[in-house]
């Protein structure tokens, strides 16, 4: 089974800060999801990665396969930011994601 | 793009009533579903695997006569909650993609309460 530790669990910053949120599994996989849940329980998924690094607006979100670690950046953080930010693990084939316990993210103005 | 489905968003029913949950792919085919519960400040956990004219495949742990999968068509599979009881009360959510390794799409998600 794959373990996912997550890094911060939660995360407080200002308006502007430039976020870094942390993702490390123990197996190999095909893919890793980046996904953010809204207190309405919405999910969103952000990226999936299976090497390198991808952009998307503000957000960025990088892979080392060897490693065996992610990150999940946020640059100029906004308050509109704010929401559970969620690692998950796809192994191959049609399986399910492993989850993270996610990252509790509060950009205050 | 790709839109997923999830109805009811939120249910509200005694303990001992059935509860069905609605999953549909709007603008592809899904022939596999997948079914997620998250309790409170918990983190998602899979619940099952559903498989598109065959039977869904349950994570250890998951009654699978009490939550009955059906995935009858490309773009429709439900959950029904059977004799819901009040530690039944989740947050379920559906997920889906066009293929292994595709991006995935997420329902908005059902809260059920059982009272």
């Known amino acids: 089974k794959n373990e996912v530790e997550q890094s911060p669990q939660n995360l407080t910053a200002q308006e502007g800060e430039f976020i870094t949120i942390n993702c490390s599994y123990s197996?190999?996989?095909?893919?890793l999801h980046w996904l953010q849940q809204h207190p309405g329980g919405g999910i969103v998924s952000l990226f999936m990665?299976?090497?390198g690094k991808k952009k998307h607006g503000r957000l960025i979100a990088t892979i080392n396969i060897q490693e065996k670690h992610s990150s999940l950046h946020i640059t100029a953080s906004h308050p509109r930011d704010s929401a559970v930010y969620i690692c998950a693990l796809a192994g191959g084939g049609a399986d399910g994601l492993t989850f993270g316990k996610g990252t509790h993210l509060i950009i205050q103005p | 793009g790709a839109v997923v489905s999830q109805h009811p968003s939120w249910v509200i029913c005694k303990s001992g009533t059935s509860v069905k949950i609605e999953c549909r792919s709007l603008d592809f085919q899904a022939t596999t579903m997948f079914w997620y519960r998250q309790f409170p400040k918990q983190s998602l956990m899979l619940m099952a695997t559903s498989n598109e004219g065959s039977k869904a495949t349950y994570e250890q742990g998951v009654e699978k006569d009490k939550f009955l999968i059906n995935h009858a068509s490309l773009t429709l599979s439900t959950l029904t909650v059977t004799s819901a009881h009040p530690e039944d009360s989740s947050f379920y959510i559906c997920?889906?993609?066009?293929?292994?390794?595709?991006?995935?799409?997420f329902g908005s998600g059902t809260q059920l309460s059982v009272l």
């Open positions: 997920s889906a993609s066009r293929g292994a390794n595709e991006k995935l799409f």
């Open positions: 197996v190999g996989i095909s893919a």
């Open positions: 990665l299976s090497s």
